[in-house]
């Protein structure tokens, strides 16, 4: 009996693996989204600082990170870095540094963003109650901020969950890889595999980012 | 009102980045429990001036004082002094993420560290005054602008300020809604606060002031009584100034 391409996800421990796979990509790109969420608040702070110096070099590491493709880095950073300090990068570390450089500098051009969209009235209110600066700023203009961040900052988190793919090159089995992984090793048995195997990862994808924007949907109109 | 002076104003410079002189020696001083209102054409710099007493804005000379403390936008005890001076603008200024009540308590609380119970007492109790006190767990976009400059002057008076500046407060709500908001005002200035008003209602500088005050090409050019401004302006540029407020019908 013909099997249909169906059962290909079945077949022995296909879909544990492809679960697997969904594991490490879950791994690197939340461990990644969450530091890139920490350090990209301090960078953005950090590029609204009127200090010549300061923005110079906040210009200089966004553009850098944003004119390279993740592709070079990740190359940069597992083979060049290994190569060149002999320091033993493995594919995991260098997967993490690479997406959370990444994540911070797009986290932070959110975040800076979002701060210089605060009319400065708002500022001057709160000065003219007699806050100080550190008040002003925990009150007043984080909270604002953190509202105007939630869509765009989920945006990048799914960005950066699909872009996780990349770090096949680097020898990692995410997701996506192992769905080629399984489909190779059935290529004679289930012809239209294929379909099925992506089908499933692009499902896999969706059951992970979908929750994210639901969530931040939801948190938008609470606080619209 | 008394003869004690609250808040003095001496030779007052001040311009902006590449601007010439917008305040050029400008001296008042303001006595407890007096009302002065600020007149004067657009642009003469009365936003400025209320905004140097505030320490919002940097000045080239001259001094102002608060009880005899220096103002100046970063001095050391500037967030001390600003506890004692309100200020209401013409934009709402409202915290848009915090409800009516916490925009009024969020000073009090975090800057006097007044236990938040008996912040949200006094919130309550001002807001009663201004009528406002079904809206206290509302959010300011879903007020009016009336009703968001009356929660602006109590969210002011919770800190319990020796003196308010009001910047033309009125200017940007629809007609329909000045009134209610000068009607606080007036309450206000019938209570005995110290107030420094800027704006451009005419009947109501009459109604409120103990004193006008002109201001045109960065100096005091008239500074009187309201009934003698109103009816018998001395110089020119008073004359002028209160022109634009009438109309004629053209022949
Ligand atoms: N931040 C600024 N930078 C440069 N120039 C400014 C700034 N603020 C005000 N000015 C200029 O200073 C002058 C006085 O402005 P100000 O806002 O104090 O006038 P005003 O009397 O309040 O006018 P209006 O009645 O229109 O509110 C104007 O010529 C204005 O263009
Ligand atoms: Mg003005």
């Known amino acids: ?45 950090l590029m609204t600082v009127k200090n010549r110096f300061v923005q110079a070099f906040c210009w200089l590491y966004l553009n850098f990170i944003r004119i390279m493709p993740q592709l070079v880095l990740l190359f940069l950073v597992y083979f060049g870095v290994t190569r060149q300090w002999q320091i033993s990068l493995s594919a995991w570390s260098s997967a993490i540094i690479v997406f959370t450089l990444w994540g911070t500098a797009e986290m932070g051009d959110l975040v800076r963003g979002a701060i210089v969209s605060i009319p400065s009235h708002q500022y001057e209110s709160a000065a003219a109650l007699g806050m100080t600066k550190q008040q002003i700023f925990r009150f007043v203009i984080l909270p604002q901020t953190i509202r105007r961040l939630i869509a765009p900052s989920i945006n990048l988190i799914t960005r950066m969950i699909k872009t996780t793919s990349l770090v096949e090159i680097i020898g990692m089995v995410e997701v996506l890889k192992t769905g080629q992984q399984i489909i190779d090793a059935n290529r004679m048995q289930y012809p239209t595999g294929a379909l099925w195997v992506y089908g499933a990862v692009f499902v896999l994808y969706f059951l992970v980012c979908w929750p994210i924007s639901t969530l931040a949907g939801r948190l938008e109109r609470k606080w619209r | 009102m008394t003869d004690e002076i609250l808040l003095s104003v001496k030779d007052l410079v001040k311009s902006y980045e590449g601007t010439s002189e917008v305040l050029n020696g400008i001296s008042l001083d303001i006595h407890k429990g007096e009302v002065v209102v600020v007149l004067g054409p ?210």
């Not at chain 1, 013909?2 to 790109?29: A, E, K, P, Y």
Request: proline content about 3%; charged content about 20%; hydrophobic content about 45%.
């Open chain 1, 1 to 45: 009996m013909q099997d249909t391409g169906l059962s290909i996800l079945f077949r022995g421990i296909n879909f544990l693996r492809l679960l697997q796979g969904l594991w490490v990509t879950l791994q690197i790109s939340l461990i990644s989204v969450g530091l890139s969420f920490i350090f990209g608040t301090l960078f953005g702070m």
């Open chain 2, 42 to 251: 657009s642009g003469c710099g009365k936003s400025t001036l209320l905004r140097c007493m505030n320490g919002l804005e940097e000045y080239q000379s001259g001094s102002i004082t608060l009880d005899g403390e220096k103002i100046t936008k970063n001095g050391a005890n500037m967030t001390a002094l600003r506890q004692r001076i309100g200020m209401v603008f013409q934009s709402y200024e409202l915290f848009p993420h915090l409800s009516i009540q916490d925009n009024i308590t969020l000073a009090p609380v975090q800057v006097q560290k007044v236990p938040k119970e008996q912040a949200q007492a006094e919130a309550e109790r001002l807001l009663e005054r201004v009528d406002l006190l079904d809206k206290r767990t509302a959010y300011p976009r879903q007020l009016s602008g009336g009703q968001k400059q009356r929660v602006a002057i109590v969210r002011a008076l919770a800190m319990h300020p020796e003196v308010m500046l009001f910047d033309e407060v009125t200017a940007a709500l629809d007609p329909e809604m000045v009134r209610e908001v000068l009607d606080v005002m007036l309450t206000l200035a019938e209570q005995g606060m110290t107030m420094v008003i800027v704006t451009h209602e005419m009947n109501f500088a009459r109604a409120v002031a103990d004193r006008i005050v002109f201001i045109d090409g960065g100096v005091i050019v008239e500074e009187t009584d309201p009934e003698t401004f109103f009816e018998h302006p001395s110089t020119e540029r008073a004359k002028q100034f209160l022109k634009t407020f009438t109309f004629e019908k053209k022949a």
